[in-house]
Each structure stands twice: as C-alpha cells, then as structure tokens.
T-cell receptor
Framework: KAGVTQTPRYLIKTRGQQVTLSCSPISGHRSVSWYQQTPGQGLQFLFEYFSETQRNKGNFPGRFSGRQFSNSRSEMNVSTLELGDSALYLC????????????FGPGTRLTVT | GIQVEQSPPDLILQEGANSTLRCNFSDSVNNLQWFHQNPWGQLINLFYIPSGTKQNGRLSATTVATERYSLLYISSSQTTDSGVYFCAVRSNTGGFKTIFGAGTRLFVKA
C-alpha cells in the first residue's frame, strides 16, 4: 500500500505570494491533518479534515486555509506569504482520526525569500 | 489545552549504550505515538501506544495512561538511531488535534 504523498517536496516563494501544497493520504484513510515545523516553534498543528469537513484548526492566522476533496486528498493554501512562513509542512493521514494511528508524508519544505 | 513535555531535550550516547526517553502529558489521551524524525524530515512511526507495553527489536515503549507518562527505551544504540524522537498525543477534550512534544535530540557516537 502506498504511503502518504506530498507535493511539491521543495518550494521557493517570494514574500507576498501565495502557495498551495497537496497531500494524498493512504488509500482508505479519510482523515488528513497538517502541521508546520520550524526550528523555533517545533511541530504545530494547523488543521484536520475528515470527510471533507474541517474538524479543528490550530492557532494560525486566516492566511492559512485548507480543504479536503471527496477522494480524501487535501490541499492547504497560504496567502500573502511572510518570511516566517518558511518551514517544513507535514501532513498525516489516519483511518478516521478519532484515535487511530497517524502516518506522515515526507513533507514540503517551503522557503520564503 | 493538553501539554506534552519530553525529556531529556538532548542526549549523547556511545554506540552500544542504552537510553530511556520520557514523555509526560497533562491530560487523558486516546492516542499516543512515538516517532523518529530522520535527517530529511520524515517522521517514522515507532509505536502507537495509548497504553501498555510494546517491543520492536531494540526499541520498546511503555505508556502508563493513569499516571500520564510514556517511556521509550532504546537498547544497544547504533549510529543510525541518531535523530529527533517525538512523542505525540491526541486528546478529544480539545477537539480533534494531535499535540507534539518538543522532542529529544539523540546523537550516537561511533
């Protein structure tokens, strides 16, 4: 069974631009959650989706948004990029998200210049 | 919200030594996982262990949910064990989200 895939793997953007990251969960998994990892703040929860519905959102500004499609694939979008958005963005998939094991993708490394 | 604390923050071992990493959490959880993050950033699942004890080769883990802590044991460490170990918990008290500890950075010397 294929693992969690994320595209693109690396991305360089300019301050003020917007970016869209994609995550395809493990086949059969219906929950996708997103995390931001920076050296200063560690791994922080962004949001979680289940059956196309956002179930929870972390403490991030409204510039961070996401969605989930009917095939469980998910995208997150960051608008008006700031230098501080430079980070590794990780997504995880789970069967149903209530308490089952989560599996992570390889991440997208975003650099904002 | 739930707090997760990992100790020690840094650990340096000689190859072949044993170690214990600790994860304390402030509320009841319905999911606890241990991960190893490799140098490329990939989080590798080690254990899904909301309670009880599990073993996988040289690694084992124990979670005592009633006392709100989990331990990860690494025996006969190897240089390939180097990296950052994260504990992550999930509590539905604050909604559906997973909270990570700050991690333990392990370096195993040859």
């Amino acid at each position: 069974k294929a693992g969690v895939t994320q595209t693109p793997r690396y991305l360089i953007k300019t301050r003020g631009q917007q970016v869209t990251l994609s995550c395809s969960p493990i086949s059969g998994h219906r929950s996708v959650s997103w995390y931001q990892q920076t050296p200063g703040q560690g791994l922080q929860f962004l949001f979680e989706y289940f059956s196309e519905t956002q179930r929870n959102k972390g403490n991030f500004p409204g510039r961070f948004s996401g969605r989930q499609f009917s095939n469980s694939r998910s995208e997150m979008n960051v608008s008006t990029l700031e230098l501080g958005d430079s980070a590794l963005y990780l997504c995880a998939s789970g069967l149903d998200g209530t308490g089952t094991e989560q599996y992570f993708g390889p991440g997208t490394r975003l650099t904002v210049t | 919200g739930i707090q997760v604390e990992q100790s020690p923050p840094d650990l340096i071992l000689q190859e072949g030594a044993n170690s214990t990493l600790r994860c304390n959490f402030s509320d009841s959880v319905n999911n606890l996982q241990w991960f190893h993050q490799n140098p490329w950033g990939q989080l590798i699942n080690l254990f899904y262990i909301p309670s009880g004890t599990k073993q996988n080769g040289r690694l084992s883990a124990t979670t005592v949910a009633t006392e709100r802590y989990s331990l990860l044991y690494i025996s006969s460490s190897q240089t390939t064990d180097s990296g950052v170990y994260f504990c992550a918990v999930r509590s539905n008290t604050g909604g559906f989200k997973t909270i990570f500890g700050a991690g333990t950075r392990l370096f195993v010397k040859a």
